[in-house]
């Protein structure tokens, strides 16, 4: 239920607003929306003949309130949680590195109370003698994982915390996320992670030492110069400690030696409690998966939207749910890259709310360059910079000599290994979650690919259809092209209704969303002949959709033009990676639908050579869950 604006404010929900800064009205708000102005009370969007107000709660947890500022004294560390009435208890153990090829802690038996917002982790009495697995006592340095909970049970972060000495206690300089393997090629990679303060952290491989010449907190150091499909120890130096993994570079494009890469997509936090809920994200499902992908010898895995609950208006809030999802894949991303593009969910916004649940605009948040959904996710994660620059320069462009779009940079992008390319779309750009009022304010809309991607993708189609080394194309973007269960209303469908599409500055854009996804299949079908497969999500399920020209595509009656189409290519939807499942609901194409399931589930690909076999397996339980060769 969305409630009015006085319905909040009787409620209370308002008297803690944020209620709005002058600071945070310095900006104009964008052109690209009608009616969006600068009231006495703050942002208010017309709507209508009503004016709408902008409510801005305060977050309910950040990412820094949650990492708890620990501070070392005579016994162990403290933590401060800045909030006196925060309550609840933080479980911790020794993160044994060196142990496991995959280091996770092994929390104690003990658990330390936080009361008016602090917590104390007593190391020297605790986790002394017989409980000391780590060798502090010796060394005078380890590392503990903690995890913050409130008094309901629900995991709220998952942190780590490096410390030296033997009493007195000194927190150190610590990676708190990564290292994380990124653009992989032939020739090297990139190392990125966080560390919990300002150093020049530095990179050892191959006898080479890879160093930064500022000191930073976020860390993205290339290593060059080396030798192709082969594996390198690597060692992260950081302050005065180490950590070592490994990687293996891509073989020489076209080397066409066999190998097998994974998918999946929708890892927001699911039902039933404890891991399948940490703050955001369903991390129980998320280690199953990730670690079945090691077990599977992946060389790499694309994930493609949804990691996250979302739809927040505070980005370091977002900040938190991606924290925890990159905690969840971290100890096994140490080895391979894990590709990651945007979902719906992944949504940061401005709400602006009414008398009645019509009276509801939600849109993408601003500033674009700092607070959008896409800024955000730019922020957090590390993805090829080679796709649009934004869709400023499209025919709706209402000011062509200054930048009004978000960014495309790290959420539109492609890469290669071996004789395989991947095109990685968004199709929740700019995105507008109210879409009943979307012809009102504008905004994108869900399950679109607004025109300046849609160029794109097909001068990279293109691109890669010329490529001698590349045999087999795969394409990947968070809404299906043809719902199965759970989006039918909407994505690159919604129910057969071509009227939908998004609207900028008060003009529609000319193609309707049936329309559109037309344009997009001539693209991969008819204009290229290696394009395999449609990668999506956004449905909380896995199926198998055969598009060809024998599947019907389009509503009764249907007045519009229709592509014709000249191979046959699928669908593979996996969203079943711990979101809330979804069941089958029929389409004109369920003829063409199998293998669906609402079980978990982990795309892999088998390539070698010419050939391609998928095989699905279920994270949980091992069970096979379709199976098919593609080519």
């Not at 998952?158 to 000495?165: A, L, M, P, Q």
Request: with cysteine.
């Amino acid at each position: 239920m969305i409630m009015s604006y006085r319905q909040l404010l009787k409620i209370g929900i308002l008297s803690a607003l944020s209620l709005f800064t002058g600071e945070l009205f310095a900006q104009k708000p964008p052109s690209l929306h009608l009616g969006i102005s600068n009231g006495e009370g703050g942002y208010q969007a017309k709507l209508g003949d009503q004016v709408l107000q902008e409510y801005v709660t305060k977050p309910k947890y950040t990412l820094d309130q949650m990492i708890g500022r620990p501070k070392g004294n005579s016994k162990g560390i403290l933590f401060d949680f800045d909030n006196p009435e925060f309550a609840g208890r933080v479980y911790f153990g020794f993160i044994p590195y060196g142990d496991s090829r995959h280091p996770m802690p092994v929390y104690f038996r003990m658990y330390s109370e936080i009361l008016s917002g602090r917590a104390f982790i007593n190391i020297q009495d605790n986790l002394s003698g017989r409980f000391d697995m780590v060798g502090w006592e010796k060394s005078g340095v380890g590392t503990l994982g903690y995890r913050v909970m409130d008094l309901q049970g629900s995991i709220l972060y998952d942190g780590i915390v490096t410390f030296e000495g033997t009493g007195p206690f000194s927190v150190v300089c610590t990676v708190t996320e990564g290292p994380f393997v990124n653009l992989l090629s032939h020739d090297g990679a990139t190392i990125s992670f966080e560390t919990s303060e300002k150093t020049k952290a530095a990179v050892s491989v191959n006898d080479q030492l890879f160093a930064e010449e500022k000191a930073a907190t976020h860390h993205e150091i290339r290593l060059t110069g080396l030798q192709p499909d082969t594996e390198y120890p690597y060692t992260v130096i950081y302050g005065n400690n180490k950590l070592n993994f490994s990687f293996r570079t891509a073989p020489l494009p076209g080397t066409r030696k066999p190998f097998v890469f994974a998918y999946a997509s929708d890892s927001r936090n699911g039902q039933g409690g404890g891991e399948r809920d940490i703050y955001g994200t369903n991390a129980y499902i998320m280690k199953k998966i990730m670690a079945l992908a090691s077990q599977q010898k992946v060389s790499f895995f694309q994930f493609s939207g949804d990691l996250i609950n979302g739809y927040l208006s505070s980005p370091e809030e977002t900040d938190l749910e991606y924290a925890n999802w990159k905690r969840a894949i971290q100890p096994f991303a140490h080895y391979f890259p894990v590709y990651i593009s945007m979902g719906n969910h992944e949504a940061v916004v401005r709400d602006f709310v009414g008398e009645t649940r019509r009276d509801f605009v939600s849109i993408d948040r601003w500033p674009y360059d700092t607070e959008s959904a896409e800024a955000v996710f730019k922020r957090n994660f590390v993805n090829p910079v080679n796709g649009p620059e934004s869709e400023d320069g499209a025919v709706y462009d209402p000011n062509p000599k200054k930048t009004d779009f978000p960014s495309y940079e790290e959420n539109v992008f492609y890469y290669t290994y071996d004789n395989v390319g991947v095109i990685v779309l968004n199709s929740d750009y700019w995105y507008s979650p109210s879409a009943s009022t979307i012809d009102d304010v504008g905004g994108g809309l869900h399950g679109y690919i607004m025109d300046q991607q849609l160029k794109w993708l097909k001068e990279t189609v293109a691109l890669l259809e010329k490529d001698a080394n590349i045999d087999h194309v795969f394409i990947t973007q968070h809404t299906p092209a043809f719902p199965n269960g759970g989006h039918v209303a909407d994505d690159m469908w919604y129910n057969g209704n071509n009227e939908y599409r998004p609207w900028v500055a008060g003009q529609k854009l000319e193609k309707g969303i049936i329309e559109r996804r037309d344009e997009y299949l001539d693209i991969l079908v008819n204009q290229s002949t290696k394009v395999a497969a449609i990668f999506t999500g956004d449905e909380h399920n896995y199926a198998l959709t055969k598009i060809n020209s024998e599947t019907n595509i389009y509503p009764e009656g249907y007045p519009g033009s229709k592509v014709n189409l000249s191979r046959t290519i699928y669908q593979v939807n996996n969203g079943a990676a711990g979101a809330p499942y979804y069941a089958q609901e029929q389409t004109p194409w369920t003829p063409k639908v199998t293998g669906f399931t609402t079980q978990n589930a982990l795309v892999l690909m088998f390539v070698d050579g010419k050939k391609i076999r998928m095989q699905v397996l279920n994270p949980d339980t091992l069970e096979e869950v379709d199976s098919l060769d593609m080519r």
